[in-house]
Every structure is written in C-alpha cells, then in structure tokens.
C-alpha cells in the first residue's frame, strides 16, 4: 500500500528562522509530490506541486526539493503568517494520499 | 474569480444518507477534474474521491467506497457527493476541490461543509 510519510509531525521556530519538513512516499511517485499549508478554519492551500514548482503568488521563501523517494519543504525567515498546518500530497497514484500534516508553531 | 461553494452538510443518524454539493465558478468547470477531500474536526486531510471532467472515470477511498458515489452535472457547473450508510467516523468537514496540471495537483479548494454524523 502506498504511503506518505511526513516528518516531524509538530515544529517549534522563531520568527527569521529557516525550517524544513520531510516528506517519504513508499514508492516512486516521479516527482508528483505537492505541499499545502492550512490555517485553522480554513481550507488548504497550495504552495508547491511537482515537488519544486512555487504556485502562483506564493512567496518565494517556500521552496521545495526532492531526492528519490524523498521530499522536502523549506520555508526560510518565517514570518508570522507562516505558523500554520503542512501537509504532503502525492498525485502519482490513484489515491492522492496526503501526509500526516506538520503543525508548525512559534517558539 | 474561481470559486468554489460546498452545500449540503448537516447532523444526520448513523446508517443515514446526506448529498453534498460543490458549486464552482469562474473557471471551465466541464473541462476539470474534481476531487472530494475531507478533515475529521482536529486531524489531518483525507482525500474521499476522484472525478475526471466527463464522468468517465471515478475513483474513491477504501472507507467510502460501495458507501459514497461521486458525480457531476457540467451543465449546472455542480460536483456532488452522494454519502450513504453513514457511520460516526465520517463526521468531518468535506472540501471540493478542483485537480489541474499535468503533475495533478489541487489549486482551488472550497471552503468546506461539515457532516456530523450521529444519534
């Protein structure tokens, strides 16, 4: 059964930092990995598909990268607004199963 | 401006039936995928179900399938969840929402209904 494996699962930083979150599917998805961010009460919204492509009006301090298998988020000088929910998909399979989510919170 | 509106959430009994609707707009809605995705109140994201843009093909979770069936009706620019045999753990808010590009992904969500299923 394909999985998502998202790492860690919460995330204490400072506003200026840099951070990363960690993504492992199970199997090869060819790159077809995107990163949403969630704010309480509301709906998802996408940051990143095909792994390191930024969407559209997405400020250019979100990047992301993949190696293999794996896949990571890098969100560098947080800012405020940033503190939020993430969450891993993949879209190579029939089902697009997402990670376990990363809730990022200020220190 | 695309939108999209989900309707039809409400409390409903276990074994009941609910039929969410998902409302879309500004965008070609008879030429785009579709997809159910849902969030148990404090979880994570659970993706429920697939639409492509001519009802050809359908595909769903292994916890709803034979249970919910996905449709659409391009003429009303409307996706529809049909949700029957309802069970406590389908309680969650359900998003629309749509699927582009050639690597799939979710650019456009609703903002949610949410089903309470229970006695």
């Known amino acids: 059964d394909m999985q998502m494996t998202q790492s860690p699962s919460s995330l204490s930083a400072s506003v200026g930092d840099s951070v990363t979150i960690t993504c492992r599917a199970s199997q090869n998805i060819y790159n077809f990995l995107n990163w949403y961010q969630q704010r309480p009460g509301k709906a998802p919204n996408l940051l990143i598909y095909a792994a390191s492509s930024l969407q559209s009006g997405v400020p250019s301090r979100f990047s992301g990268s993949a190696s293999g298998t794996d896949f990571t988020l890098t969100i560098s000088s947080l800012q405020p607004e940033d503190f939020a929910t993430y969450y891993c998909?993949?879209?190579?399979?029939?089902?697009?199963?997402f990670g376990q989510g990363t809730k990022l919170e200020i220190k | 401006e695309v939108q999209l509106v989900e309707s039809g959430g409400g409390l409903v009994q276990p074994g009941g039936s609910l039929r969410l609707s998902c409302a879309a707009s500004?965008?070609?809605?008879?030429?785009?995928?579709m997809n159910w995705v849902r969030q148990t109140p404090g979880k994570g994201l659970e993706w429920v179900s697939y639409i492509d843009h001519s009802s050809s093909i359908m595909h769903y979770a292994d916890s709803v399938k034979g249970r919910f069936t996905i449709s659409r009706d391009n003429a009303k620019n409307s996706l529809y969840l049909q949700m029957n045999s309802l069970r406590a753990e389908d309680t969650a808010v359900y998003y629309c929402?749509?699927?582009?590009?050639?690597?799939?992904?979710?650019?456009?969500w609703g903002q949610g209904t949410l089903v309470t299923v229970s006695s």
């Open positions: 998909q993949q879209t190579y399979y029939i089902r697009r199963i």
């Open positions: 929402a749509r699927e582009t590009g050639t690597k799939d992904y979710f650019d456009f």
């Open positions: 500004g965008f070609t809605f008879s030429g785009s995928e």
